[in-house]
């Protein structure tokens, strides 16, 4: 089944530790992206990648990195959490053509205490 | 960069009417428009796209208008259902080209009243 994973589903953590939220595609997408999904305030990128070993900042990147080594994976670092980045998070793929539209993974609902 | 404004908010409609939903884009080079449902604790869907060399296409029904001029798209639901309740957000991009990805709207709780 055509699909974008990510793990984990729920995540509460402490200020200050590390943590990284993993994302993996089987479709062979190029472009693969991360969303923060914050109440009032919509979807916002956080990170893009174009394709291996190629990323780029989105509109809201501070705090966060990525790593784009393999084409199916793109995980989201958070080196020191704080709690303005409590929030739900989304990965996404698609062609490299983005006529096609994304495909979302189910999401990773991230408390920072 | 792009900035996407949807409207309204809320949309409230009853049951078998029909709901509009409208977003208006900055930059003029967006040519691929597509448009989400997010149902509660899920992610969000593709539902209807189009491409800027089209002004309306239809899916059932559901439809979305472009109007390039104005830059302004629309999301045309008829015959609402229950299901349909959702939030529904627009989007906005360059296909084949730019550096960046889609840029969302704010998104619309759309509730089907009974």
């Known amino acids: 089944e055509a699909q974008v994973t990510q793990n984990p589903r729920y995540l509460i953590t402490v200020t200050g530790k590390k943590l990284t939220v993993t994302c993996s595609q089987n479709?062979?997408?190029?472009?693969m992206s991360w969303y923060r999904q914050d109440p009032g305030l919509g979807l916002r990128q956080i990170y893009y990648?174009?394709?291996?070993?190629?990323?780029d900042k989105g509109d809201v990147p501070e705090g966060y990195k990525v790593s784009r080594k393999e084409k199916r994976n793109f995980p989201l670092i958070l080196e020191s959490p704080s709690p303005n980045q409590t929030s739900l998070y989304f990965c996404?793929?698609?062609?490299?053509?983005?006529?096609?539209?994304?495909?979302f993974g189910s999401g990773t609902r991230l408390t920072v205490v | 960069g792009e900035n996407v404004e949807q409207h309204p908010s809320t949309l409230s409609v009853q049951e078998g009417d029909s709901a509009v939903i409208k977003c208006t884009y900055s930059d003029s080079a967006s040519n691929y428009f597509p448009w989400y449902k997010q149902e509660l604790g899920k992610r969000p869907q593709l539902i209807i796209d189009i491409r800027s060399n089209v002004g309306e296409k239809k899916d059932q029904r559901i439809a979305v208008t472009l109007n390039k001029t104005a830059k302004h798209f629309s999301l045309h639901i008829t015959e609402t259902q229950p299901e349909d309740s959702a939030v529904y957000f627009c989007a906005a991009s360059q296909a084949g080209g730019g550096a960046d990805g889609l840029t969302f709207g704010k998104g619309t709780h759309l509730i089907i009243q009974p």
């Open positions: 479709m062979n997408h190029e472009y």
């Open positions: 996404a793929s698609s062609l490299r053509d983005r006529g096609t539209g994304y495909t």
């Open positions: 990648s174009m394709n291996v070993e190629v990323t």
